[in-house]
């Protein structure tokens, strides 16, 4: 059974920076293209970054040079570091393992709140 846990998430001022760790179990994320999405109240679901099994990140255009996605495979985790945050980023944010269609595995969410 896979399971993803996210963690580090909280309240933080503007400027301020967080990192979301996921931790995952029942898979090696090695081996799959691993994400971080984000959803706000009212809006859809949208990616912010991933890590591709060549170790290949992109980014949302709306966190470039700001979020940094990685993963440390003998922890079998992936990180985000979100740096320079700004209210627009509040947010639920979940870990997403692409296993394939109806496979894919999600985390149960961590909210981060950019507020002063």
């Known amino acids: 059974q896979v399971q993803l846990v996210e963690s580090g998430g909280g309240l933080v001022q503007p400027g301020g920076s967080l990192r979301l760790s996921c931790a995952a179990s029942?898979?090696?994320?090695?081996?799959?293209?691993m994400g971080w999405y984000r959803q706000a109240p009212g809006k859809q679901r949208e990616l912010v970054a991933a890590?591709?099994?060549?170790?290949?990140?992109n980014y949302a255009e709306s966190v470039k040079g700001r979020f940094s996605i990685s993963r440390d495979n003998a922890k079998n985790t992936v990180y985000l570091q979100m740096n320079s945050l700004k209210p627009e980023d509040t947010a639920v944010y979940s870990c997403h393992a692409e296993l394939g269609g109806s496979r894919d595995s999600w985390g149960q969410g961590t909210q981060v709140t950019v507020s002063s």
């Open positions: 890590v591709n099994t060549m170790g290949t990140t």
């Open positions: 029942g898979i090696t994320i090695v081996f799959y293209n």
